[in-house]
């Protein structure tokens, strides 16, 4: 039987941590110290996988079964969930450390180490004003 809104609210700690299943591989985990997680339990390529869709309350019981419902339409296509999920995370953080703004600061310290403090200053200023806005 598929969980309801006030079964997830009203979720109390126990002494150990347990679930609440809802429907097609998702359940609550309920944590003893009362921290709420939804998972999404599946099997891709044999193996059988557990996938982290966020945390109650900042992902409600309707943004859970959305994402749920999005992790089974991957599941259809043969893609693995987890797999594309860490992918993302990759580019993103790639993507992060390729910036402008992360290379330019990395030649800065590397660069400006030995220079003086007022000469350190002037060329900070111009790549503020100059370059990083671009």
């Known amino acids: ?11 109390k700690a126990q002494s150990k941590a347990y679930k609440l299943s809802d429907e097609k591989g998702l359940f609550l985990l309920v944590h003893y110290n009362g921290s709420k997680y939804w998972r999404l339990k599946y099997r891709f390529a044999g193996k059988e996988k ?24 991957l599941l259809q296509r043969d893609v693995d969930p987890g ?11 790639q993507q992060q450390d390729d910036s402008f703004l992360a290379i330019a ?17 002037r060329t900070w200023r111009a790549l503020e004003k100059d370059m990083f806005p671009l």
């Not at 797999?83 to 953080?93: G, I, P």
């Not at 990395?106 to 350190?120: A, D, I, L, P, V």
């Open 1 to 11: 039987m598929p969980l309801t809104a006030s079964q997830v609210k009203q979720a």
């Open 83 to 93: 797999h594309t999920r860490k992918m993302q995370k990759l580019v993103q953080t």
């Open 50 to 73: 557990l996938l982290a869709l966020g945390v109650y309350p900042d992902v409600s019981l309707a943004t859970a079964r959305n994402k749920r419902e999005d992790a089974r339409q």
């Open 105 to 121: 600061t990395e030649w800065f310290h590397t660069k400006m180490g030995e220079r003086s403090r007022s000469h350190q200053a």
